[in-house]
């Protein structure tokens, strides 16, 4: 991966993206109002900080429990009666992978860190 001329990571898209902390659940409630209590239940089940993106309606956090996490996160997400339209486990992308490592933000006339690790 290059960032302005500089190699800042090597390898394939697998091991850079384990770099960042592997894998995330997300969760996207129905009602805007329970996401303060999602990032709640979220950072206890994964034990990482969760961040909320309000104008989306997302909330995510890392884990490193992969499947279990989401059987985890379910069950605490019914326990509390909170409705949700999507639960999900997700790989960062390489551009997560980028903004990660530099953080900054992806130069839009430069070439994508897809494009970068080949």
Known sequence: ????????????????????????????PLDRADLAEVAAILTRVTG?????????????????SGVEAVADLAN???????????????????DDVFMTLTGGHVDESAPSPEESIR
């Open 48 to 64: 990482h900080e969760a961040n909320v993106d309000e104008a989306n309606r997302h909330v995510t956090a890392r884990t490193s």
């Open 1 to 28: 991966m290059i960032d302005h001329g500089r190699v800042i990571a090597r390898g394939d898209s697998r091991s850079l993206k384990r770099q960042i902390g592997g894998d995330q659940l997300e969760v996207v």
């Open 76 to 94: 605490a997400l019914a326990a509390a009666q909170i409705a949700v339209e999507d639960v999900g486990l997700h790989q960062p992308s390489l």
